[in-house]
Every structure is written in structure tokens, then in C-alpha cells.
């Protein structure tokens, strides 16, 4: 049985239709590091739990979120902390200099949080002033332990990012990203693999960086939505864990509706369509359907499902691009396509003499990685890439000022 999930990551039975791409993860893995790619709400976490949960050619793996960290000293750190916790790696580690030695049995033992943390403060300090070698050191001896480790780095992107922001932090976010490049390609690697993931797209981290060399020896794998078959599935198997009766005409209605058949916008709108039912007892019709669409989907009831899109905008983008980004958005939004030409007329005015051809094919390609756009390279237009978020868009944001 399948059961819904809004939100949370799902394990165990819960994934669905990723089979095939889990396979895939695992066949490359036994030669070379991945890149996750993926926008939001598409199933990335649920991914790496399946990684964790079943791991396969004799692979240990660990997961590290990057998400809240912000110097290398704290990557290593982390990478520590997290080996610890596996009695073979943690005899492995037990020799090594940067370790406070007087902490580190307590260290293993411990389950208690606070003491973690105070454990993680002092070994980061010790770390801080030599991170390269400390971390030259650990993959050293993980290598010498002879037995195969899968690191599993979520939301690194999210750590360069927030790391750049800063002139000092910039800096070393270079130095950080050259060093794990060169790591991963040395003997000190031989048995390690690393599988990276974040909730925004590496590649605009890094052109701002001009880093984008520094994940060349990485292959991307790239998660895509359903094909149609696998989200009607999908909507059958959740009515029928749900004891729900969905007629095949409503079910394609379902599907039109929400367009790109991305898993969490199923669930959402599956999701609505039950407690609709749940509550006045009406028939489940394809008419009925579009209501609840209309009301409930794209309404105030289920807005806080896809703000981020609209949030992110001022997070990782300069002031100017992210207002060139909405007047583009709002303007896809009450249009079924743009020619490329008139895309770059509003980036043009937006951005005046900071415009240039090689900032707008970074901006359009980086909207395009992160699920907000797609390029039909036979007509030079772009378009909404999913239905559902351009009539989100519409209607809560399409006729919102210039500024």
C-alpha cells in the first residue's frame, strides 16, 4: 500500500515509480560521484533514504545535511561526527591528530544532543586553522580501512551559496570546492563515492563563483517527473490505500489539470480531492475535480505548498535579477509561451547597463534547471514548465506591480 505523504520525504513503500532511477543511482555509483539534480518537491530526500535504507555493492553509507554550515572546518567536522557513529569507521578515525582526544570515547558513546554539540564546537575550533590537511587526513584513513563508503552531502549547494555571501567566505568557499575536486580525484578516494543533492541548482552557485570546472568529474543524474502511465498509477494506488473511488475520466482530469506529472503536486492535489470527499460526501467527477482544483489547490488553503517558488526568488537572486525573474514569471504567466527576444528585452530594461547576452543565458538556464521555465528551441519561446505552478503563479501573483 502506498500512502499519502504532503511534505514529509516517504521511505519504505511509499516511494513509488522510482525503481528504475534508484538502479540507475546504484550503477553509476560503482564508478564515479553523482549530482542529484532536481528542483523542490520532486523527490530528491526520498531518493537518498532508499540509498540509505538498502544500500547496495558493499557500499556503508552516510548522510550528512550541509544545509546550516558555513566554513570547511565544519564539512569535516560533520563528515567525523557522522563516522563515528559506525563502530568500524570510528575505530578507524581514532588515531587522528585534530581529534580532542579526551572527548572522543565520550564522543561515541554519547546520545545526548547537547553534548554532541559541545563535542562538534571543540573539534570544528581544532579543525578551523588546517581544514585541508584534517581533511586529507580523515579520507586517508577511511581509504586504509578498505571497505567502500558512500557520502551523501545534501544541500552542499545551499552551504556554498550562503558561504559566498560574504568576502571572506567567498574566498574560502573557492578554496573548499578546489580542494574536494581534487580529493575526489586522488587515491584517497578510491573507495569512496559521493552522491551531492541541494534544493537549489549547483550550477547558479557556481557561475557566480566562476567554479562551474569544480564539479566537472561528477556525473549528473537528473529526476524527472512521471511519465503518464506511472502517475495514473500512482493516483490508483493512493485510492485504493485510501479506500477512494477515482473514475479513470476523473483521474485524467486529475492529470490535465496539474500538467507536468511532478509526484508532490499528485499528492497535494489527491490529497484535496479525498478531504473534499471525506467531508460532504459528493461524487468524484471530473467537474468536481476543477472545483476543488480551483479552490483548494490554487487557494489560500493550500498556498504555503508553493510559496517557496515564489520566495526563493529573493534568496538566491541579486535585487535586480530577481525583479527581472517576476516581471519574466508574471508576464509567462498570462501568456502560453514568450519569444526569446522579447524575454530578453524585459532582462534588458530590467537590468539596464548590467544587461549582457551571457548574464541572460545564465539567468534563463538557471530558471530552467530550478523547474520554473522550459525552452522550446524550435519556436526560441520559453513557457511555464509545469501547468500547476503557472496557474499558482496567475493567481496569486499575475498582476502584481512592476516592482
Known sequence: MVQNRVGPPVRGSDLFGREAFIDLVWEKLDSTHILLAAPRRFGKTSVMYRLIDEPRGGFKVVHADLEHLRHPSELITELTAQLAKDDLFSKALSGLSYLPKAGWAAFRKTVEEVEIHKFKVKLKEQVRPHWRESGEELFERIQGSGKRL??????????????????????????????????????????????????????????????????????????????????????DRLAKSNKTEISAASRRRMLDLIGTHVPYFIQVLFSEVVKANKIDHKKITPKRVEQIYRDKVLGIDCKTYFDHYYGRLRSYYEPDEARVVKRTLRQLAMSDSLQRSFCYQIYRDGLREKASADGFSHLMANLENDFYISFDSAAESYSFACKILRDWWLRHYGFEAAD
Open 150 to 235: 558512500l557520502f551523501i552531502l545534501d544541500e552542499l549547494p545551499m552551504m556554498i551559496d550562503a558561504m559566498a555571501r560574504t568576502d571572506d567566505g567567498r574566498a574560502e568557499a573557492i578554496a573548499m570546492l578546489r580542494w574536494f575536486r581534487a580529493l575526489r580525484v586522488s587515491p584517497k578516494c578510491e573507495n569512496v563515492r559521493f552522491a551531492i543533492a541541494g534544493s537549489i541548482g549547483i550550477g547558479h552557485v557556481l557561475n557566480q563563483l566562476g567554479e562551474v570546472a569544480s564539479i566537472n568529474d561528477i556525473e549528473q543524474l537528473r529526476l524527472d517527473p512521471f511519465p503518464r502511465k506511472v502517475a495514473a498509477d500512482l493516483i
